[in-house]
């Protein structure tokens, strides 16, 4: 009786150690279905005037499903006229248009040995102009916003050009250019004073 209760328990113990091992052996699969590719572009990319010199950034303009991508940075968003923060409380990161612009400060110095690298979806939801869009709604979107070393990067489609008061053009001699064309008004000063949330610096 004693012998046939040691084999049940031991039975149990190893049928809960195969179930443990099989977790663990899921969970980097799990983990990798969040990640995602983006590739370098291999054009020029200038920004109001100013080229780019994307091979060497840190924080890079790069390609995912054929869509240029832009990174959020303090000084990349200064310098088109959009102001970020982060509230911790609703785990929110918002961006306005600005009537406030930054002068261009490169980011350069940062080589890479390979032309792609790897994108992740986004954690939180954002708030572009006072609108929210849910986590939810950015998992499920053809073009998400995405992170990229820990910095939120922007698809350049047609909604997100007019949000940020943004146009664009390419041709296969000067590459991709982006202009900001919006005017500066009173609208933007009042969106500025009822921002709410840490800037981010």
Not at 169 to 181: E, H, K, M, Y
Request: hydrophobic share 40%; charged share 15%; glycine share 4%.
């Amino acid at each position: 009786m004693l012998k046939r209760k040691f084999v049940l328990a031991h039975t149990k113990i190893l049928a809960l150690l195969s179930s443990f091992m099989l977790v663990l052996s899921l969970a980097p699969t799990a983990q990798a279905t969040s990640k995602m590719t983006a590739t370098l572009p291999a054009f020029p990319v200038t920004i109001n005037g100013q080229v780019i010199d994307n091979s060497s950034a840190q924080y890079p303009l790069f390609l995912y499903k054929d869509v240029t991508y832009v990174p959020m940075t303090y000084n990349l968003c200064r310098f088109l006229g959009i102001v970020t923060a982060w509230d911790a409380e609703t785990s929110t990161f918002s961006l306005r248009v600005s009537s406030v612009r930054g002068d261009y400060v490169p980011d350069t110095g940062h080589y890479r040995k390979s032309n792609t690298i790897s994108i992740s979806k986004l954690s939180c939801d954002v708030a572009v102009n006072g609108i929210l869009n849910s986590l939810r709604e950015l998992q499920e979107d053809q073009y998400p916003i995405v992170s990229y070393n820990d910095i939120v990067y922007f698809p350049l489609t047609f909604p997100n050009m007019q949000n940020f008061g943004w146009e664009s053009s390419w041709d296969a001699v000067n590459g991709l250019v982006i202009n900001l064309t919006r005017e500066i008004d009173q609208d933007f000063l009042e969106w500025e004073s009822n921002f709410a949330g840490t800037p981010l610096e």
